[in-house]
């Protein structure tokens, strides 16, 4: 089976599978020749979103094995995913038990996989790709195979230890990365195609034989690409991973042997694991503000849901109701696939949070209270389901007030509350509703309006309260509003405004309803 | 002797009914309805208590305005340190009918527009959940849930529902709505509410002064009924002797303070 792609107006193989490629063809040849070559041969187009969506699920669904993974995209868009495996082994009985977990877990899945575990990114890159340890050819699965074979690479990458280069050995050979890659060729370092050439017609063929060499001299003639992905690969510089998922700092999972399907059954597991992680927290005199739930699926697909309290805490009996409150929503897409093997509950936003002295009266307080009520309904209904109101410092109504989520955390500073000499409405309409006015001046107050066909004589009438345009603003009209308060005769109160001044541009201004007063 | 038996078992009987129609949450230190302390007046929308179901009528989305004010005016005599926020809840899609409430015009009603939290809810099943939820809540003062048209889900069993968690919670909640058409409910309190025409401006005979409202208790759980014209200043509610004079009813007892009192009390 191939996949093809359109490549100046020829059709060239992208993708081949083993069978494939013992059958003769290569990849970079025209599909027509490849045809003839192999007259039975399965061809696709190749949809590279889609592979790449799918691959991108495939490595999430990794995180089961070590919570940071990364797809590395510095050579193939699609084959390579890195794992952040420091102190990870250890779970797995040792760094080849991990590996080997790994790859057969993936063998099982009909792909082909390799992978190494080395002190650096690129170290691990260079081996997976072209050691000879640690390969790991899967028998095929029946008929239908991938053409996409996965090569994994676990790097063992200290993220915090920049500066020096781990001394221990890497997995697959004694000695160190140094010595390890002496005798991988150059491409193993994630070369173009231009500097191996290069690399080999100066007869370097070796990383070894690069050791030692002038370094000023190989960035003149090959740029500092090279000299950076050297020094990559034996750790001489930083190279990081960027998790795909929210990295936990704290978490707890629950493996289970027969996958589980029914959401009765996730939400025990939840509050078993938010017991478990809490009391975590609670060891470490900590709290967290953000719960993530991950729900890896047998099909191997992640499910990632995440919860956010208004505040740190350390409740798991909240925790569980914030998820339950968050899963009911789900109901009817709730989709487990095949079943959930593995749960996984983890923390960020993790921070200092001493024990409270409850007293007897534990309701009294205010604060607390408020905050649990803001996380059930915003984790049911949403961030954006209750807001308080916010002051802007602009005289624009509509502007002057925003709408910020009681949860949001901004630390942005308020703009100066209104002047409450002001008049301004209790309710205030979202879009200014055109009204028909009669005003026995100009310039005067409205004598008469007629708002949603019901038609008001005034009373009493103040203003105006003459309002300018925000011409810095682009986009903004340029017509000032003179704002007044109208009372009709029933003592209804509304707050109307006269977009422009007579012997403006519009022949005749418009007159808008904009609030209700009580 | 015979006449002491008799009295007591109907004491005893007139205890029960009125356990079960929930009034002794209006009876304060042994007193009965409608008499305070001292002596003062009971009256309604200065002395109800918290923990009550409220329906705030007003004739039409026109009155918007009235029953909001009125209903915000009952609420704020319930904030006290302890509970010190008011939830006001709203259908999201009715904001474009009787307008969203807004911070700025809170300032200059009067209240602090930092306890007012404003909830926009995409169902009414939604807003129904949420106003639950925030009775049960210790910080909240106050539930206002606004409503348009009439929805099916807020029949007798879901206002007896809220009134129950209301009763028990020790939180008010306020259900505003609209329409000519009203429907059996459970609440304790029905107000109807319509605005009234204000009194001049000091310095200015053409602005309309402070807002007025003209109040009927419907019915009520005490049997209480009752009209008043009520003017809201920041200070609270004052009644009004007639439209034309403006002059505030001194006999409604000190009224300037009622709010000055509930707060230093609580606080």
Redesign the interface.
């Known amino acids: 089976m191939v996949l093809y792609e359109m490549e100046k107006s020829a059709m060239r193989l992208m993708a081949l599978n083993r069978a494939a490629l013992s059958a003769g063809l290569g990849e970079g040849q025209t599909l027509a020749d490849a045809r003839a070559l192999c007259p039975p041969l399965l061809a696709r187009p190749m949809d590279r979103a889609r592979l790449m969506a799918a691959f991108e699920e495939l490595a999430d669904w990794l995180s089961w094995a070590s919570p940071l993974v990364a797809v590395h995209r510095a050579m193939t868009p699609m084959s390579d995913i890195v794992f952040d495996v420091t102190g990870v082994a250890h779970l797995w009985g040792g760094e080849q038990a991990l590996l080997d977990a790994l790859t057969t877990r993936l063998a099982g899945l009909g792909l082909e996989a390799r992978g190494s575990i080395a002190p650096t990114i690129g170290a691990a890159w260079a081996l997976s790709h072209y050691g000879e340890d640690g390969i790991i050819t899967s028998p095929r699965k029946g008929e239908v195979d991938s053409p996409v074979s996965g090569r994994i690479l676990a790097g063992r990458v200290g993220v915090d230890t920049q500066t020096t280069p781990t001394p221990t050995l890497p997995l697959t050979r004694g000695g160190g990365v140094a010595e390890a890659l002496a005798c991988l060729p150059v491409m193993a370092l994630r070369l173009d195609e231009a500097t191996g050439d290069g690399l080999d017609r100066m007869g370097l063929k070796r990383i070894g034989q690069l050791y030692g060499r002038d370094r000023r001299a190989l960035q003149a003639r090959f740029g500092e690409g090279l000299l950076l992905r050297l020094d990559q690969a034996l750790g001489t510089r930083n190279e990081r991973i960027v998790p795909r998922l929210p990295e936990p700092e704290r978490m707890a999972e629950r493996r289970f042997g027969e996958p589980i399907a029914l959401l009765d059954d996730v939400m025990a597991t939840v509050a078993d694991l938010s017991i478990r992680l809490t009391a975590g927290l609670e060891a470490g005199r900590e709290g967290a503000q953000t719960f993530h739930l991950f729900l890896y699926r047998v099909d191997h697909k992640v499910m990632h849901l995440a919860v956010n309290a208004a505040s740190a805490t350390r409740d798991g009996k909240h925790v569980t109701r914030l998820f339950a409150n968050r899963l009911e929503r789900f109901e009817g897409e709730f989709d487990t696939g095949f079943g959930i093997d593995m749960v996984r509950l983890g923390a960020t936003s993790v921070s200092r949070l001493e024990a409270a002295q409850l007293g007897v009266f534990e309701?009294?307080?205010?604060?607390?209270?408020?905050d649990?009520?803001y996380d059930?309904?915003t984790s049911?209904?949403g961030a954006?389901?209750?807001?308080?109101?916010?002051?802007a410092d602009t005289h624009i109504?509509e502007r002057?007030?925003m709408?910020e989520p009681?949860v949001a955390s901004t630390d942005a500073v308020p703009g100066a509350?209104?002047d409450?000499?002001?008049?301004?409405?209790?309710?205030?309409?979202?879009?200014p509703e055109e009204i028909a006015v009669i005003a026995e001046v100009p310039e005067g107050?409205p004598a008469r309006m007629e708002w949603?066909r019901?038609s008001h004589r005034f009373?009493?009438?103040?203003g105006p309260e003459r309002i300018g345009v925000e011409w810095w603003r682009p986009g903004e009209g340029s017509l000032t509003r003179d704002y007044y308060?109208a009372?009709d005769?029933?003592?209804?109160?509304f707050w109307l405004f006269r977009e422009g001044l007579y012997g403006e541009a519009p022949a005749k201004p418009r007159w808008f309803l904009h609030?209700?007063?009580? | 002797m015979r006449d002491v038996v008799r009295s007591g078992v109907l004491a005893s009987l007139r205890e029960h009914i009125e356990k079960v129609e929930n009034r002794p949450l209006l009876l304060r230190g042994g007193e009965r309805l409608g008499m305070r302390p001292g002596g003062r007046e009971f009256v309604p929308w200065r002395d109800a208590p918290a923990g009550l179901l409220h329906e705030v009528w007003a004739a039409t989305g026109?009155?918007?305005?009235?029953g909001?004010?009125?209903a915000?005016g009952l609420a704020r005599g319930l904030i006290s340190?302890?509970?010190?926020?008011v939830l006001w809840l709203q259908g999201s899609h009715q904001?474009?009918e009787?307008?969203?409430?807004?911070?700025?015009?809170?300032?200059?009603?009067g209240l602090d527009?930092?306890r007012?939290?404003?909830?926009?809810?995409?169902s009414i099943g939604?807003l129904l959940?949420?106003a639950e939820?925030?009775l049960g809540?210790?910080?909240?003062a106050a539930v206002i849930a606004d409503i348009a048209a009439y929805p099916k889900a807020l029949d007798f069993t879901a206002s007896r529902r809220l009134a129950l968690r209301a009763k028990s919670a020790g939180v008010s909640m306020l259900i505003i709505r609209y329409g000519p058409s009203i429907p059996a409910s459970a609440a304790f309190m029905r107000w109807l509410v319509?605005?009234?025409?204000?009194g001049?401006?000091v310095f200015?005979d053409?602005?309309?002064g402070a807002?007025?409202?003209?109040v009927t208790l419907d019915r009520s759980g005490g049997g209480l009924k009752g009209n008043w014209l009520l003017e809201?200043t920041n200070d609270g509610f004052g009644e009004i002797d007639s439209p034309e004079s403006g002059a505030r009813k001194a006999a409604s007892g000190a009224l300037v303070p009622v709010l000055g009192d509930r707060l230093s009390r609580t606080a």
């Open positions: 309701g009294a307080n205010a604060r607390l209270g408020l649990r009520l059930r309904v049911r209904l954006e389901a209750l807001t308080r109101s916010k002051f109504p002057a007030v709408l009681v509350a209104p409450p000499a002001l008049p301004r409405p209790l309710r205030l309409l979202p879009v107050p949603r019901v009373r009493r009438a103040s308060i009372e005769e029933e003592g209804r109160r609030g209700l007063f009580a | 026109c009155d918007a305005g009235a909001l004010g009125f915000l340190p302890g509970r010190p926020v904001g474009a009787t307008g969203i409430l807004y911070g700025a015009g809170i300032a200059s009603f527009a930092d007012v939290v404003i909830g926009r809810m995409k939604d959940w949420c939820e925030a809540c210790t910080g909240v319509a605005p009234a025409p204000s001049a401006r200015d053409k602005a309309s807002p007025r409202f003209a809201w």
